[in-house]
């Protein structure tokens, strides 16, 4: 087969023919029953009907996901514990989370997603301090129930001004039943403070998709309408909602949504207090970054509360503008004209930046393979770039996470879900991008291979990406990345392999 991505392709059919024999390729080399079980997971992007709200074409992204990765392949998931205490509770910095269970899992996540936040730590905000239950042995066999309770109390007496304590379950805990609920119920009547359970053992599901539902869950069930709260709601009050503030993402959003005259009165959860989650069911409106995170409270909170809720997307100005104005369309003419204001008072600053980068990353292609909103969610910054996106794909995402993706991938794109170590390998040496953008794990390993990457969990110690001052870091970023001049002094592998064999 051909070993570069063919140009002209204008209509995306050279390119779909092109992955298409990369995909059977690589799928070539595994045994005949794991390949036919990774075939359900890699597809070429196609064609589809037209969206009934917008006048774009919309691509098909059918692939199979959210089912078990093939034991003994590498995959880059995380486990349910990783999706609650890592994701969705840590950011909280008010609150004490504890690893319930053996060091490791609580060390692994030790601050690791670079979730800002305001405050004084170890006074009144804990995000970065780790806490352990420190299962040994002789946890394991007479039982963790006794230690946690002594635990909890240790941190009430040592952090008075904390909120909260959550107790995040690690795997031996479910193993070996641990009644955390229990221990929670009896405490909170010790202590008058709000203790949350979170049955998310790592072993539960098959990624941390499902710990993000849990955390969910427990928020519905043991914080929601749980107590009286003195807050009195406004007609332009709203929830941003699956923003984890990595790199001060959420305050480049809260800034946006002020301006044009809204009023934040929670962040879920980068940056958040338990208080704005209490309040959480007087806002007007539930503002959704990250869909796969937090849809199951914003539903709930529709289905109970009757609060709508709007997924928005604010990475590049295309996007940015789009959001805003729906965003605004719910509030009324006033709302409106102030949302104009906004994207005209921005748009020098965008123009600036495209005018400085795109002529430099102008043509230049990407690769994708993020989790939660990214790999659909920075397309159209790349775009606004001038850049193309070849190839995107998600770690843990549902079905209805590539019908989204539908709205803004091409025809031809490759698809890939939970995609194992070698098949990103080889999909990345037969397209071979000018970018990679993914996770730690993966970083190295492509750079060696002499192609530039960035690393978009985290956004590689840089940030915010989100907002238009995001946007211009975003471009800084890219550029940086890819015309750093260190590409030209080494060889990729592939160049180096023929002269190796002579």
Known sequence: METTLPSGREDGQAEAEF???????????????????????????????????TDQPVTECDVKSNIKSIPGVMTIR?????????????????MVHISHGPVGCGHY?????RNYYTGTTGVDSFVTMQFTSDFQEKDIVFGGDKKLEKLIDEIVDLFPLANGISIQSECPIGLIGD???????????????TIVPVRCEGFRGVSQSLGHHIANDVIRDWVLDKKEIAFEAGPNDVNIIGDYNIGGDAWASRILLEEMGLRVIGAWSGDATLAEIERAPKARLNLIHCYRSMNYICRHMEEKHGIPW?????????????????????FGPEIIDRCEAVIAKYRPLVDAVIAKYRPRLEGKTVMLYVGGLRPRHVITAYEDLGMEIVGTGYEFAHSDDYQRTGHYV??????????????????????RPDLVGSGIKEKY????????????????YSGPYHGYDGFAIFARDMDLAINNPVWGLFKAPWDVMPAAAE
Request: charged letters at 30%.
């Open 19 to 53: 992955n298409t024999r990369l995909i059977e390729d690589v799928l070539a080399r595994y045994p005949e029953k794991s390949a036919k079980r990774r075939r359900k997971h890699l597809a070429v992007a196609a064609p589809g009907e037209e969206a009934a709200d």
């Open 78 to 94: 995380g486990c349910a514990y990783a999706g609650s205490k890592g994701v969705v509770w840590g950011p909280v910095k008010d």
């Open 109 to 113: 996540s030790w601050s690791q997603r």
């Open 179 to 193: 009644d955390i609920e229990a221990v929670a119920k009896k405490k909170n009547k010790e202590h008058g403070k």
């Open 310 to 330: 709007e997924e928005y997307n604010f990475f590049g100005p295309t996007q940015i503008e789009q959001s805003l104005r729906t965003i605004a369309r719910h």
């Open 410 to 431: 091409k025809n031809g794109t490759l698809i890939y879900d939970d995609v194992t170590g070698y098949e990103l390998e080889k999909f990345i040496e037969g397209v």
């Open 445 to 460: 390993p492509v750079q060696k291979m002499g192609i530039p990457f960035r690393q978009m969990h985290s956004w590689d």
